[in-house]
Protein backbone atom coordinates (compact mmCIF):
# COMPACT_ATOMS: atom_id res chain seq x y z
CA UNK A 1 0.00 0.00 0.00
CA UNK A 2 3.27 2.20 0.89
CA UNK A 3 4.47 1.71 -2.39
CA UNK A 4 1.48 2.48 -4.56
CA UNK A 5 0.43 5.65 -2.76
CA UNK A 6 4.66 6.47 -3.39
CA UNK A 7 4.13 5.50 -6.81
CA UNK A 8 1.01 7.43 -7.49
CA UNK A 9 2.79 10.86 -5.89
CA UNK A 10 5.44 10.26 -8.07
CA UNK A 11 3.60 9.68 -10.85
CA UNK A 12 2.22 13.51 -9.94
CA UNK A 13 5.37 14.88 -9.09
CA UNK A 14 6.49 13.92 -12.39
CA UNK A 15 3.58 15.12 -14.34
CA UNK A 16 3.01 18.57 -12.35
CA UNK A 17 7.31 19.15 -12.89
CA UNK A 18 6.37 17.77 -16.58
CA UNK A 19 3.66 20.38 -17.37
CA UNK A 20 5.01 23.55 -15.46
CA UNK A 21 8.42 23.44 -17.48
CA UNK A 22 6.08 23.35 -20.09
CA UNK A 23 4.10 26.25 -18.97
CA UNK A 24 7.84 28.23 -18.25
CA UNK A 25 8.88 26.63 -21.79
CA UNK A 26 5.36 28.59 -23.56
CA UNK A 27 6.56 31.85 -21.25
CA UNK A 28 9.51 32.08 -22.39
CA UNK A 29 8.82 31.66 -25.51
CA UNK A 30 6.43 34.62 -25.68
CA UNK A 31 8.54 36.66 -23.97
CA UNK A 32 11.64 36.33 -26.52
CA UNK A 33 8.77 36.58 -29.04
CA UNK A 34 7.72 39.84 -27.56
CA UNK A 35 11.48 40.73 -26.89
CA UNK A 36 11.97 40.46 -30.88
CA UNK A 37 9.00 42.63 -31.25
CA UNK A 38 10.56 45.27 -28.96
CA UNK A 39 13.77 45.27 -31.54
CA UNK A 40 12.15 45.58 -34.43
CA UNK A 41 10.59 49.10 -33.24
CA UNK A 42 7.22 47.88 -31.78
CA UNK A 43 6.64 48.70 -28.37
CA UNK A 44 2.89 48.84 -28.00
CA UNK A 45 3.02 45.70 -25.90
CA UNK A 46 2.11 44.95 -22.60
CA UNK A 47 3.28 42.03 -20.62
CA UNK A 48 2.65 42.84 -17.13
CA UNK A 49 1.08 40.46 -15.34
CA UNK A 50 -0.49 40.24 -11.48
CA UNK A 51 0.97 36.81 -10.49
CA UNK A 52 3.55 35.94 -8.27
CA UNK A 53 7.10 34.59 -9.23
CA UNK A 54 10.16 34.95 -10.96
CA UNK A 55 8.30 34.93 -14.46
CA UNK A 56 5.80 37.85 -13.49
CA UNK A 57 8.75 40.03 -11.82
CA UNK A 58 10.91 39.30 -15.23
CA UNK A 59 8.05 40.41 -17.10
CA UNK A 60 7.69 43.56 -15.26
CA UNK A 61 10.77 44.51 -15.51
CA UNK A 62 11.16 43.77 -19.32
CA UNK A 63 8.23 46.47 -19.96
CA UNK A 64 10.17 48.88 -17.49
CA UNK A 65 12.60 49.19 -19.97
CA UNK A 66 10.37 48.69 -22.83
CA UNK A 67 8.51 51.86 -21.71
CA UNK A 68 12.36 53.84 -21.57
CA UNK A 69 13.22 52.71 -24.86
CA UNK A 70 10.15 53.75 -26.16
CA UNK A 71 10.87 57.25 -24.25
CA UNK A 72 14.30 57.27 -25.62
CA UNK A 73 12.89 56.50 -28.90
CA UNK A 74 10.47 59.53 -29.17
CA UNK A 75 13.25 61.80 -27.74
CA UNK A 76 15.32 60.89 -30.38
CA UNK A 77 12.55 61.23 -33.00
CA UNK A 78 12.53 64.87 -31.55
CA UNK A 79 16.19 65.33 -31.81
CA UNK A 80 16.57 64.62 -35.29
CA UNK A 81 13.38 67.05 -35.59
CA UNK A 82 15.23 69.27 -33.89
CA UNK A 83 18.40 68.58 -35.72
CA UNK A 84 17.03 69.32 -38.99
CA UNK A 85 15.25 72.31 -38.09
CA UNK A 86 18.40 73.86 -36.52
CA UNK A 87 20.67 73.07 -39.85
CA UNK A 88 17.69 74.56 -41.78
CA UNK A 89 17.85 77.81 -40.05
CA UNK A 90 21.59 77.57 -39.50
CA UNK A 91 21.81 77.42 -43.33
CA UNK A 92 19.52 80.35 -43.84
CA UNK A 93 21.23 82.53 -41.22
CA UNK A 94 24.78 82.07 -43.37
CA UNK A 95 22.80 82.33 -47.07
CA UNK A 96 21.97 85.99 -46.48
CA UNK A 97 25.35 87.51 -45.69
CA UNK A 98 26.69 85.00 -47.91
CA UNK A 99 24.80 85.61 -51.09
CA UNK A 100 25.81 89.86 -50.39
CA UNK A 101 29.21 89.08 -50.04
CA UNK A 102 29.12 86.88 -53.27
CA UNK A 103 27.09 90.11 -54.72
CA UNK A 104 29.93 92.74 -53.74
CA UNK A 105 32.65 90.83 -54.97
CA UNK A 106 31.70 90.69 -58.06
CA UNK A 107 30.86 94.10 -58.33
CA UNK A 108 34.23 94.85 -56.76
CA UNK A 109 35.90 92.96 -59.83
CA UNK A 110 34.60 95.72 -62.33
CA UNK A 111 38.01 98.07 -63.01
CA UNK A 112 35.68 100.80 -63.64
CA UNK A 113 34.04 100.92 -60.03
CA UNK A 114 34.67 103.96 -58.49
CA UNK A 115 37.09 104.40 -55.55
CA UNK A 116 33.69 105.63 -53.14
CA UNK A 117 31.88 102.19 -53.69
CA UNK A 118 34.77 100.34 -53.42
CA UNK A 119 35.33 101.49 -50.31
CA UNK A 120 31.47 100.74 -49.09
CA UNK A 121 31.21 97.32 -50.77
CA UNK A 122 34.45 96.43 -48.60
CA UNK A 123 33.34 97.54 -45.73
CA UNK A 124 29.87 95.98 -45.96
CA UNK A 125 32.07 92.62 -46.32
CA UNK A 126 34.01 93.36 -43.34
CA UNK A 127 30.66 93.86 -41.58
CA UNK A 128 29.30 90.60 -43.50
CA UNK A 129 32.19 88.45 -41.91
CA UNK A 130 31.89 89.54 -38.76
CA UNK A 131 28.03 88.51 -38.56
CA UNK A 132 28.79 85.14 -39.52
CA UNK A 133 31.93 85.27 -37.25
CA UNK A 134 29.69 86.41 -34.25
CA UNK A 135 26.86 83.47 -35.60
CA UNK A 136 29.71 80.50 -35.76
CA UNK A 137 31.36 81.39 -32.76
CA UNK A 138 27.81 81.55 -30.82
CA UNK A 139 26.40 78.51 -32.45
CA UNK A 140 29.78 76.39 -31.03
CA UNK A 141 29.11 78.01 -27.40
CA UNK A 142 25.62 76.75 -27.47
CA UNK A 143 26.17 73.22 -28.75
CA UNK A 144 28.94 73.03 -25.89
CA UNK A 145 26.33 73.97 -23.27
CA UNK A 146 23.53 71.63 -24.55
CA UNK A 147 26.29 69.08 -24.99
CA UNK A 148 27.51 69.65 -21.31
CA UNK A 149 30.73 69.68 -21.76
CA UNK A 150 31.61 73.11 -20.31
CA UNK A 151 32.36 73.35 -16.65
CA UNK A 152 30.88 76.60 -15.31
CA UNK A 153 33.19 77.69 -12.49
CA UNK A 154 31.38 78.01 -8.65
CA UNK A 155 33.52 81.28 -8.03
CA UNK A 156 32.37 84.51 -5.84
CA UNK A 157 31.16 86.78 -8.49
CA UNK A 158 30.79 90.32 -7.29
CA UNK A 159 27.67 91.81 -9.15
CA UNK A 160 28.63 95.35 -9.47
CA UNK A 161 31.92 94.66 -11.57
CA UNK A 162 30.10 91.54 -13.62
CA UNK A 163 27.99 94.78 -14.77
CA UNK A 164 30.85 96.70 -15.58
CA UNK A 165 32.46 94.31 -17.01
CA UNK A 166 28.88 93.89 -19.37
CA UNK A 167 28.46 97.45 -20.20
CA UNK A 168 32.29 97.53 -22.05
CA UNK A 169 31.56 95.88 -25.14
CA UNK A 170 28.68 98.17 -25.87
CA UNK A 171 29.45 101.11 -24.42
CA UNK A 172 30.10 102.82 -28.29
CA UNK A 173 26.35 101.84 -29.11
CA UNK A 174 25.37 103.24 -25.95
CA UNK A 175 26.98 106.73 -26.75
CA UNK A 176 25.71 107.24 -30.20
CA UNK A 177 22.37 106.55 -28.99
CA UNK A 178 22.93 108.80 -26.19
CA UNK A 179 21.36 106.07 -23.69
CA UNK A 180 21.83 106.60 -20.11
CA UNK A 181 22.33 103.91 -17.62
CA UNK A 182 21.82 103.56 -14.34
CA UNK A 183 23.07 100.71 -11.91
CA UNK A 184 22.22 100.73 -8.66
CA UNK A 185 22.81 98.07 -5.41
CA UNK A 186 25.09 97.57 -2.96
CA UNK A 187 28.77 96.59 -3.69
CA UNK A 188 28.84 93.45 -1.81
CA UNK A 189 25.64 92.18 -3.80
CA UNK A 190 27.51 88.21 -5.35
CA UNK A 191 26.45 84.87 -5.76
CA UNK A 192 28.50 81.65 -7.05
CA UNK A 193 28.89 81.25 -10.24
CA UNK A 194 31.42 81.72 -13.48
CA UNK A 195 32.12 85.27 -13.93
CA UNK A 196 33.09 85.28 -17.53
CA UNK A 197 30.46 82.73 -18.72
CA UNK A 198 27.43 85.21 -16.78
CA UNK A 199 29.32 88.52 -18.46
CA UNK A 200 28.35 86.88 -22.07
CA UNK A 201 25.06 86.77 -20.82
CA UNK A 202 24.36 89.54 -20.17
CA UNK A 203 25.96 91.49 -22.52
CA UNK A 204 23.62 89.72 -24.76
CA UNK A 205 20.90 90.45 -22.56
CA UNK A 206 22.15 94.25 -23.18
CA UNK A 207 22.69 93.81 -26.96
CA UNK A 208 18.96 93.90 -26.86
CA UNK A 209 18.05 96.70 -24.87
CA UNK A 210 20.13 98.88 -26.56
CA UNK A 211 18.76 98.14 -29.70
CA UNK A 212 15.11 98.59 -28.98
CA UNK A 213 15.72 101.78 -26.73
CA UNK A 214 15.30 104.55 -28.82
CA UNK A 215 17.57 108.13 -28.70
CA UNK A 216 18.14 109.61 -25.30
CA UNK A 217 16.45 106.30 -23.71
CA UNK A 218 17.30 105.21 -20.52
CA UNK A 219 18.89 101.20 -19.18
CA UNK A 220 18.57 100.49 -15.85
CA UNK A 221 19.90 97.63 -13.71
CA UNK A 222 19.18 96.84 -10.16
CA UNK A 223 20.85 94.12 -8.13
CA UNK A 224 19.95 92.81 -4.79
CA UNK A 225 20.12 89.49 -2.60
CA UNK A 226 19.05 87.15 0.07
CA UNK A 227 18.97 84.28 2.02
CA UNK A 228 17.47 82.60 -1.36
CA UNK A 229 18.94 84.29 -4.25
CA UNK A 230 20.66 87.04 -5.88
CA UNK A 231 18.63 88.87 -8.40
CA UNK A 232 19.32 91.29 -11.07
CA UNK A 233 16.85 93.02 -13.16
CA UNK A 234 17.45 94.80 -16.62
CA UNK A 235 14.69 97.47 -17.58
CA UNK A 236 14.54 99.84 -20.44
CA UNK A 237 11.86 101.98 -21.77
CA UNK A 238 12.60 101.01 -25.62
CA UNK A 239 9.81 99.29 -28.34
CA UNK A 240 8.98 96.51 -26.08
CA UNK A 241 7.78 93.16 -26.66
CA UNK A 242 4.88 92.17 -28.65
CA UNK A 243 2.38 89.98 -26.19
CA UNK A 244 2.49 86.34 -28.89
CA UNK A 245 6.30 86.79 -28.77
CA UNK A 246 7.19 86.83 -25.08
CA UNK A 247 6.64 83.24 -24.80
CA UNK A 248 9.23 82.42 -27.67
CA UNK A 249 12.20 84.66 -27.40
CA UNK A 250 14.67 82.56 -25.44
CA UNK A 251 14.48 80.09 -28.13
CA UNK A 252 16.69 79.38 -31.02
CA UNK A 253 16.17 81.59 -34.19
CA UNK A 254 13.46 83.42 -33.20
CA UNK A 255 12.75 86.52 -34.28
CA UNK A 256 10.46 88.54 -33.09
CA UNK A 257 7.64 90.96 -35.26
CA UNK A 258 9.49 94.10 -33.39
CA UNK A 259 13.16 92.56 -34.10
CA UNK A 260 15.64 94.17 -36.18
CA UNK A 261 16.69 93.50 -39.70
CA UNK A 262 20.19 92.30 -38.02
CA UNK A 263 18.75 90.45 -35.75
CA UNK A 264 19.87 86.50 -35.68
CA UNK A 265 17.27 85.65 -33.27
CA UNK A 266 20.24 83.77 -31.30
CA UNK A 267 21.93 86.22 -28.33
CA UNK A 268 18.71 85.52 -25.99
CA UNK A 269 18.55 82.09 -26.48
CA UNK A 270 22.62 81.77 -25.46
CA UNK A 271 21.95 84.23 -22.00
CA UNK A 272 19.01 81.62 -21.16
CA UNK A 273 21.41 78.52 -21.24
CA UNK A 274 23.62 80.54 -19.59
CA UNK A 275 21.92 81.11 -16.88
CA UNK A 276 19.86 78.26 -16.41
CA UNK A 277 22.76 75.80 -16.52
CA UNK A 278 24.42 77.97 -13.23
CA UNK A 279 21.10 77.22 -11.34
CA UNK A 280 19.36 80.46 -12.37
CA UNK A 281 16.34 81.66 -13.44
CA UNK A 282 15.38 84.35 -16.23
CA UNK A 283 12.20 85.72 -16.67
CA UNK A 284 10.81 88.74 -19.22
CA UNK A 285 7.96 91.03 -18.73
CA UNK A 286 7.03 93.63 -21.30
CA UNK A 287 4.45 96.07 -22.62
CA UNK A 288 4.45 97.02 -26.13
CA UNK A 289 5.81 100.86 -26.67
CA UNK A 290 6.94 101.47 -23.05
CA UNK A 291 9.87 99.14 -22.26
CA UNK A 292 10.89 95.62 -21.19
CA UNK A 293 12.02 94.08 -18.13
CA UNK A 294 14.43 91.19 -17.91
CA UNK A 295 14.39 89.58 -14.21
CA UNK A 296 17.51 87.01 -13.31
CA UNK A 297 17.56 85.08 -10.45
CA UNK A 298 20.85 83.04 -9.00
CA UNK A 299 19.61 80.48 -6.49
CA UNK A 300 21.88 79.55 -3.66
CA UNK A 301 20.81 76.50 -3.24
CA UNK A 302 19.44 73.78 -5.86
CA UNK A 303 16.06 74.18 -6.39
Known sequence: MSALFIFITAVLLI?????????????????????RKISSGDFSLDVRDNHEGELSILKNDIYKVTLMLSEQGVNLQQDKIQLTDAISDISHQ????????????DLLSDAKLNETKRTEFTK??????????????????LSKIDAGTIQFKQDTVVVKDMIRKS?????IPIDIKQQTVEIKGHDTVSFYGDFNWTVEAMVNILKNCVEHTQEGGVISL??????????????????????????????????????????????????YSIITSQNGDIQVESVEGKGTQFRIKFYKHTI
Do not use: C, H
Open 167 to 171: IEPIS
Open 15 to 35: GTSILFTRWRYKEIEKLSSYL
Open 94 to 105: LKTPLTSMVVMA
Open 222 to 271: TFSENTLFTEIVIKDDGTGILKEDIPYIFKRFYKGKNAGEESIGIGLAMA
Open 124 to 141: NIRIQLERIDWLVSSLLK
